[in-house]
């Protein structure tokens, strides 16, 4: 089979085409021919500052066809379309092959209306998004219709990856959702992904307008960028709010102490892959309930 692999860190010039053997899978494991791999910013973040150790099949989403199953896995499993998340963790095995073997958890059932794109495009994103809005005092532990009904959420970055999930995710699950953009066409993203306003943080004063939208503040705020954006959550948050952050602008932040300790306002970092599995069971359950109720999609969808 054809694999994409890297034996050194560095730019994209480090991969190469190679040949591998099919693999076959363990206990408690399936084999997934791969029909799509999906590349997140996480991924080629690794290929480039981290020593694999060895030869490493980078990224760690995919989606595909069970071929075959290992020992206590239902034979009924061959043939099932399944997205996959997380292969390349702890793994030297990513999608960037025909064929890949994984426990059989992390291959969930991918309807048949949801294309492989869509599934290719769930792991990393949207259990991230899922996280990111299930952290805030009270819950809820789990999306679903109707579970953030009543909160506003502000989304930054609502046509990266993580934010277009999350404004989908808290659109299904009932929240009145804002997010900022810096240009129409990311507008024009964070619209089609369900967003009930859209900011323009270039053209418009932020603060104000998501003020004027949400008197009383947003709840939940889903940070991509934490030292740039720390004012401007401040801001609009309500009392009791979460800032969730999920990546890193800077090495470090500058948080106003007092305005935090004032509005009770929690700062929340997220790191996918070190959640619980409680917490990760429950955020692929959800994500697969969205995606079966057609509630999430890629791109203009």
Same mark, same amino acid.
């Given at each position: 089979?054809?694999?994409?692999?890297?034996?050194?860190?560095?730019?994209?010039?480090?991969?190469?085409?190679?040949?591998?053997?099919?693999?076959?899978?363990?206990?408690?494991?399936?084999?997934?021919?791969?029909?799509?791999?999906?590349?997140?910013?996480?991924?080629?973040?690794?290929?480039?500052?981290?020593?694999?150790?060895?030869?490493?099949?980078?990224?760690?989403?995919?989606?595909?066809?069970?071929?075959?199953?290992?020992?206590?896995?239902?034979?009924?499993? @061959?043939?099932?379309?399944?997205?996959?998340?997380?292969?390349?963790?702890?793994?030297?095995?990513?999608?960037?092959?025909?064929?890949?073997?994984?426990?059989?958890?992390?291959?969930?059932?991918?309807?048949?209306?949801?294309?492989?794109? /869509?599934?290719?495009?769930?792991? @990393?994103?949207?259990?991230?998004?899922?996280?990111?809005?299930?952290?805030?005092?009270?819950?809820?532990?789990? /999306?679903?219709?109707?579970?953030?009904?009543?909160?506003?959420?502000?989304?930054?970055?609502?046509?990266?990856?993580?934010?277009?999930?999350?404004?989908?995710?808290?659109?299904?699950?009932?929240?009145?959702?804002?997010?900022?953009?810096?240009?129409?066409?990311?507008?024009? /993203?964070?619209?089609?992904?369900?967003?009930?306003?859209?900011?323009?943080?270039?053209?418009?004063?932020? &603060?104000?307008?998501?003020?004027?939208?949400?008197?009383?503040?947003?709840? @939940?705020?889903?940070?991509?960028?934490?030292?740039?954006?720390?004012?401007?959550?401040?801001?609009?948050?309500?009392?009791?709010?979460?800032?969730?952050?999920?990546?890193?602008?800077?090495?470090?932040?500058?948080?106003?102490?007092?305005?935090?300790?004032?509005?009770?306002?929690?700062?929340?970092?997220?790191?996918?892959?070190?959640?619980?599995?409680?917490?990760?069971?429950?955020?692929? &359950?959800?994500?697969?309930?969205?995606?079966?109720?057609?509630?999430?999609?890629?791109?203009?969808?």
């Amino acid at each position: 089979m054809k694999a994409i692999i890297y034996t050194t860190s560095g730019s994209p010039d480090v991969l190469t085409l190679t040949d591998r053997p099919v693999p076959e899978p363990g206990p408690g494991e399936v084999r997934v021919a791969v029909r799509v791999s999906g590349v997140n910013p996480t991924d080629w973040k690794s290929r480039q500052s981290t020593d694999p150790g060895g030869p490493k099949v980078p990224n760690q989403d995919g989606a595909g066809v069970i071929d075959a199953v290992g020992a206590g896995v239902p034979d009924s499993r @061959i043939g099932e379309r399944v997205w996959l998340w997380e292969a390349a963790y702890e793994r030297a095995d990513g999608t960037a092959q025909e064929y890949l073997t994984l426990p059989a958890r992390q291959a969930v059932p991918l309807p048949e209306h949801a294309s492989f794109d /869509l599934g290719a495009s769930l792991g @990393i994103p949207a259990l991230t998004a899922h996280r990111t809005l299930t952290v805030a005092d009270g819950g809820p532990r789990r /999306l679903a219709p109707g579970a953030l009904a009543g909160r506003t959420v502000l989304v930054a970055g609502g046509a990266g990856a993580v934010g277009n999930a999350a404004i989908q995710l808290a659109r299904w699950a009932g929240a009145t959702v804002l997010s900022t953009v810096s240009g129409p066409e990311k507008a024009a /993203l964070a619209t089609a992904a369900g967003a009930h306003h859209v900011v323009n943080y270039r053209e418009q004063d932020a &603060a104000a307008e998501i003020r004027r939208i949400a008197p009383d503040g947003v709840h @939940i705020v889903v940070e991509v960028a934490p030292a740039t954006n720390a004012g401007l959550d401040l801001a609009v948050a309500a009392p009791d709010a979460v800032v969730a952050f999920y990546a890193n602008d800077a090495e470090t932040v500058s948080v106003p102490v007092r305005p935090s300790m004032a509005g009770n306002v929690r700062w929340q970092g997220i790191l996918v892959y070190t959640v619980g599995q409680s917490a990760k069971d429950e955020a692929v &359950a959800a994500v697969s309930a969205a995606v079966a109720d057609r509630a999430i999609g890629v791109g203009e969808q």
